[in-house]
């Protein structure tokens, strides 16, 4: 249900994304970079100029990570992993470990404390359990961690980097797994925050120092905290924007909570009462966030 904006609340680029998602905090350039999915955008924030460039692809991109050696990005894109050359937009291929399913497109990813680039995926017409979660190793082989997922979002580890947490949207829960650093394994599922009842679905997510949620909630108005030890509800941050889809912390000091948000399906109507929708958001929540991982290979 809409509320007032959160107080302190800043709306940082207001470019209408179609499908703004995965943001993610580059400390070494100063710069927050996000996707606009369906557009094949990577939208590029410098927090000291205040401006916003944007480096257009040939097809729709799921996540963008930096690598660690500076040289560029990897993206999970409509048919596979590429390393993407932010001058130029050229792809070169890393992976199609789908290339047997053309009607999937690959959604979130994010890169572990080890440098594996973990990316999943969905079908862009809606079938279910249709979708499957991949880690790209640093060494380029990549692998299926998990099957039968709907809609593949929502990652992040525990700051001891030994739990995993993840989010099918559809299931309205996030689930935790425990996290085998050295081998990049996922073991004993369990849930341990269920949105049930609600009208939103849980979206992109981050974790902050603290070791506690903040889950991006499509149709949900807002991005919540929650104890992930207890399940408890802990707080949330009301965004003018029906489709939150995703959060990272970011700026020089790791205390900036960058918000996307989506346009995509919202009528006239509804754009009109929204008219800050698909725009990037930047709060200060009083909690700092952990450092970003590049992909290592
Ligand atoms: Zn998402």
């Given at each position: 249900?809409?509320?007032?904006?959160?107080?302190?609340?800043?709306?940082?680029?207001?470019?209408?994304?179609?499908?703004?998602?995965?943001?993610?905090?580059?400390?070494?350039?100063?710069?927050?970079?996000?996707?606009?999915?369906?557009?094949?955008?990577?939208?590029?924030?410098?927090?000291?100029?205040?401006?916003?460039?944007?480096?257009?692809?040939?097809?729709?991109?799921?996540?963008?990570?930096?690598?660690?050696?500076?040289?560029?990005?990897?993206?999970?894109?409509?048919?596979?992993?590429?390393?993407?050359?932010?001058?130029?937009?050229?792809?070169?291929?890393?992976?199609?470990?789908?290339?047997?399913?053309?009607?999937?497109?690959?959604?979130?990813?994010?890169?572990?404390?080890?440098?594996?680039?973990?990316?999943?995926?969905?079908?862009?017409?809606?079938?279910?359990?249709?979708?499957?979660?991949?880690?790209?190793?640093?060494?380029?082989?990549?692998?299926?961690?998990?099957?039968?997922?709907?809609?593949?979002?929502?990652?992040?580890?525990?700051?001891?980097?030994?739990?995993?947490?993840?989010?099918?949207?559809?299931?309205?829960?996030?689930?935790?797994?425990d996290y085998d650093p050295a081998r990049g394994e996922l073991s004993r599922r369990r849930i341990v925050v269920s949105l049930e009842g609600s009208d939103s679905q849980p979206d992109g997510m981050t974790v902050d120092a603290e070791g506690m949620l903040w889950v991006a909630e499509w149709d949900g108005w807002q991005v919540s905290r929650w104890n992930p030890l207890t399940g408890e509800k802990l707080g949330a941050v009301a965004v003018p924007a029906a489709r939150v889809t995703s959060c990272a912390f970011g700026g020089p000091q790791g205390d900036e909570l960058y918000i996307t948000t989506a346009t995509v399906g919202l009528g006239p109507e509804a754009l009109e009462r929204q008219p800050q929708a698909g725009g990037l958001f930047r709060i200060k929540p009083g909690v700092q966030g952990r450092p970003t991982h590049w992909y290592g290979g």
């Open positions: 249900m809409r509320k007032e904006a959160e107080a302190g609340l800043e709306l940082v680029w207001d470019g209408r994304a179609l499908l703004g998602e995965g943001p993610v905090w580059d400390e070494r350039t100063g710069e927050l970079l996000w996707v606009d999915i369906l557009n094949g955008r990577v939208h590029v924030y410098s927090w000291r100029a205040g401006t916003t460039r944007t480096v257009q692809l040939d097809r729709p991109i799921g996540a963008v990570v930096p690598r660690a050696s500076g040289a560029g990005w990897v993206g999970a894109m409509r048919d596979g992993l590429y390393l993407i050359d932010p001058d130029t937009a050229a792809l070169t291929r890393l992976a199609s470990p789908e290339s047997d399913k053309p009607d999937n497109r690959f959604n979130d990813g994010k890169c572990d404390d080890q440098g594996r680039f973990w990316a999943g995926t969905m079908s862009m017409r809606g079938e279910q359990g249709a979708g499957a979660l991949y880690c790209l190793e640093p060494n380029g082989s990549v692998r299926k961690a998990l099957e039968g997922v709907t809609v593949s979002n929502g990652l992040g580890w525990s700051p001891d980097g030994r739990t995993m947490y993840y989010i099918d949207s559809p299931t309205r829960q996030i689930a935790a797994f």
